[in-house]
């Protein structure tokens, strides 16, 4: 059953959100049980996503290693080279149920090439909207993956407007708001709680841009606290830049700003489910804000320990040295740096 989360109305399975204009998403209607689960890919939690495997490049179980009193989840080892492939998956195998012939969908780049790469797979028509300044190498991929590519002048809001005039008549395939997109980012938490054998961190650090991943995270770690797998909830740390973080600034009632930032996957002006995870924080967990020069020293970090990262997972690195070390703790690194090169090496070599 899908329902909003606002007004609690049951919508269609393809709805993407309510007619009050709230988000919706799945509900969880099954106990977690470890005993079943099978294979070795994200669809081994495929009772819990409600919906059958389709569309599927066997991604999932990324790598969980331990470096300097740290859990790293090195999620930019997904096929796509990010961490999208996990929402990607289960919403294109719900859409290729549906027979939806063209998608659109706007993104600055991971969520992009990722859409595309499975709507490839599907056979599924991609229409592609991106921001003028999106890094070269995500760009190329929406190419190269046979996606019809726009470009749009100005911020990433100018970008989401664009891309919403064209869904008017074309399925609107939002990794923002789609529910079944959201279903995937819960197998991030289950993930963490398998590779742990079921003894969570205390502290789970991810970056925040609509904060699907954020959400979806809880989400998975309370159906586990739920079903008695795990014994706590980890008190989640969502990380944004400090020229655009509105989640930060509803929280505490800051002027909203959004500028730009090298970590440009992190640039949502207005994250669709801002009220949901206010509410997460407030209750079970933390916000931190990260300059320009912290998420360079992020990423100079991060290659000094062999992580190849792109500067929007370098905020998550920024946002550890604001995390207490006496406590064990796992950092979401989501995007590849063989897409951004340019700008990490501009970063590197001291040019911005």
């Known amino acids: 059953m899908i329902v909003c989360s606002r007004c609690g109305h049951e919508v269609e399975e393809t709805a993407w959100k309510c007619v009050c204009g709230g988000p919706v998403e799945?509900?969880?209607?099954?106990?977690?049980?470890?005993?079943?689960?099978?294979?070795?890919?994200?669809?081994?939690?495929?009772?819990?996503?409600?919906?059958?495997?389709?569309?599927?490049?066997?991604?999932?179980?990324?790598?969980?290693?331990?470096?300097?009193?740290?859990?790293?989840?090195?999620?930019?080892f997904f096929p796509t080279g990010s961490f999208k492939d996990r929402g990607s998956t289960v919403m294109m195998s719900v859409l290729h149920r549906h027979n939806i012939?063209?998608?659109?969908?706007?993104?600055?780049?991971?969520?992009?090439?990722?859409?595309?790469?499975?709507?490839?797979?599907?056979?599924?028509?991609a229409e592609i909207y991106v921001p003028?300044?999106?890094?070269?190498?995500?760009?190329?991929?929406?190419?190269?993956?046979?996606?019809?590519?726009?470009?749009?002048?100005?911020?990433?809001?100018?970008?989401?407007?664009?891309?919403?005039k064209r869904a008017e008549t074309v399925y609107y395939a939002s990794h923002q708001w789609n529910p079944w997109f959201l279903q995937g980012m819960k197998t991030i938490a289950y993930e963490i709680g398998e590779q742990l054998d079921w003894d969570v961190p205390d502290?789970?650090?991810?970056?925040?841009?609509?904060?699907?991943?954020?959400?979806?995270?809880?989400?998975?770690?309370?159906?586990?606290?739920?079903?008695?797998?795990?014994?706590?909830?980890?008190?989640?740390?969502g990380v944004q830049p400090e020229v655009c973080s509105p989640v930060y600034n509803a929280l505490y009632e800051k002027e909203r700003t959004c500028e730009k930032s090298v970590a440009e996957g992190?640039?949502?002006?207005?994250?669709?489910?801002?009220?949901?995870?206010?509410?997460?924080?407030?209750?079970?967990?933390?916000?931190?804000?990260v300059s320009e020069k912290e998420i360079a020293e992020g990423l100079k970090k991060a290659v000094s320990l062999g992580l190849f990262i792109e500067p929007t997972s370098a905020s998550v690195m920024a946002a550890l040295r604001k995390v207490d070390p006496s406590k064990s703790r796992a950092a979401v690194l989501t995007g590849s740096g063989l897409k951004a090169t340019r700008e990490i090496s501009d970063i590197l070599n001291k040019r911005m």
């Not at 969908?105 to 028509?125: Q, V």
């Not at 502290?203 to 014994?231: C, M, N, Q, R, T």
């Not at 640039?267 to 933390?286: A, D, F, S, T």
Request: charged residues 25%; hydrophobic residues 40%.
């Open 266 to 289: 992190l640039l949502v002006e207005h994250p669709p489910r801002l009220q949901e995870i206010l509410k997460i924080v407030r209750q079970n967990g933390e916000l931190v804000v």
């Open 203 to 237: 502290v789970v650090v991810v970056p925040v841009g609509s904060g699907s991943l954020y959400y979806g995270a809880y989400l998975g770690f309370k159906h586990l606290y739920e079903s008695d797998v795990i014994e706590r909830i980890p008190n989640l740390v």
């Open 132 to 164: 003028a300044y999106a890094s070269q190498g995500k760009v190329f991929q929406i190419e190269a993956f046979g996606a019809d590519m726009r470009k749009v002048e100005g911020t990433r809001e100018d970008t989401r407007k664009e891309a919403l």
């Open 26 to 76: 799945v509900l969880e209607e099954q106990q977690f049980d470890v005993r079943e689960l099978k294979g070795s890919s994200l669809w081994r939690y495929q009772p819990y996503l409600g919906t059958e495997k389709r569309v599927s490049f066997d991604e999932g179980h990324t790598p969980f290693v331990f470096i300097d009193n740290c859990y790293y989840k090195l999620d930019f």
């Open 101 to 125: 012939p063209r998608i659109v969908e706007d993104s600055s780049g991971n969520a992009g090439a990722s859409i595309a790469a499975y709507a490839a797979r599907a056979g599924i028509t």
